[in-house]
């Protein structure tokens, strides 16, 4: 059974850091592209970054560009979203989804996500 578990979230004060963990069971990550989205309420879930499987190219959205990175544990099959300078607006949900592929590709399976909220 496929199975993705988010972990990290939580509260941060502006300009600090959080490390998002997406832990996979019933498959091998190492060749399987993960995103990471986020949705924010009333609004549609859009991608924040993914890594492919095959040379785990990664790939981010301009509004985190520079300050998230994306990273992937093949012993722990784990892939984790480090992500810097927060600001108030990365105030959301954070889903981890299976990837058909990073460019053009859909999500196939998803977590259960994990709350960001970024506040002083």
């Known amino acids: 059974q496929v199975q993705l578990v988010e972990s990290g979230g939580g509260l941060v004060q502006p300009g600090g850091s959080l490390t998002l963990s997406c832990a996979a069971s019933?498959?091998?990550?190492?060749?399987?592209?993960i995103a990471w989205f986020r949705q924010a309420p009333g609004k549609e879930r859009k991608g924040v970054s993914c890594?492919?499987?095959?040379?785990?190219?990664?790939y981010y959205s301009d509004s985190v560009k520079g300050r998230f990175t994306i990273s992937r544990d093949n012993a722990k099959n784990t892939v984790y979203l480090q992500m810097n300078r927060l600001t108030p607006e990365d105030t959301t949900v954070y889903y981890c989804?299976?990837?058909?592929?990073?460019?053009?590709?859909?999500?196939?399976?998803w977590g259960q996500g994990t709350q960001v909220t970024v506040s002083s």
């Open positions: 890594i492919s499987g095959s040379n785990s190219s990664t």
């Open positions: 989804a299976t990837m058909t592929y990073c460019e053009g590709g859909e999500p196939v399976y």
């Open positions: 019933g498959f091998t990550l190492e060749y399987v592209a």
